[in-house]
Nanobody
Framework: VQLQASGGGLVQAGSSLRLSCTASGRTFNFPMGWFRHAPGKEREFVAAFGLSGSSTYYTDSVKGRFTISRDNAKNTVYLQMNSLKPEDTAVYYC??????????????WGQGTQVTVSS
């Protein structure tokens, strides 16, 4: 499975961005997650979308601001990020295979897309 993430950029605080992650190589039947990695910090779970129904999971710091969704017809998972804050600045990665907060439980990773939020 190959994952291609896109949609990052440089925005001002309070702005919005939508990240996309498109999968190829296999049937798109994995739970999907987003992580982020800021300089000097560990990779952090952001959100996940399960396979059953519309189960979604978020880290506390993004609840109410970020929304994860998926379009199985397009093999794509999205992360809509609203009310962005400077502390959201990081490289964002999509991953497939789990809904866990632990990166080691994900089997496949995208290449990352940079999100920079200026104050």
């Amino acid at each position: 499975v190959q994952l291609q993430a896109s949609g990052g950029g440089l925005v001002q605080a309070g702005s919005s961005l939508r990240l996309s992650c498109t999968a190829s190589g296999r049937t798109f039947n994995f739970p999907m997650g987003w992580f982020r990695h800021a300089p000097g910090k560990e990779r952090e779970f952001v959100a996940a979308f399960g396979l059953s129904g519309s189960s979604t999971y978020y880290t506390d710091s993004v609840k109410g601001r970020f929304t994860i969704s998926r379009d199985n017809a397009k093999n794509t998972v999205y992360l809509q990020m609203n009310s962005l804050k400077p502390e959201d600045t990081a490289v964002y990665y999509c991953a497939a295979g789990s809904i866990s907060h632990s990166p080691s439980t994900y089997a496949y990773w995208g290449q990352g897309t940079q999100v920079t939020v200026s104050s």
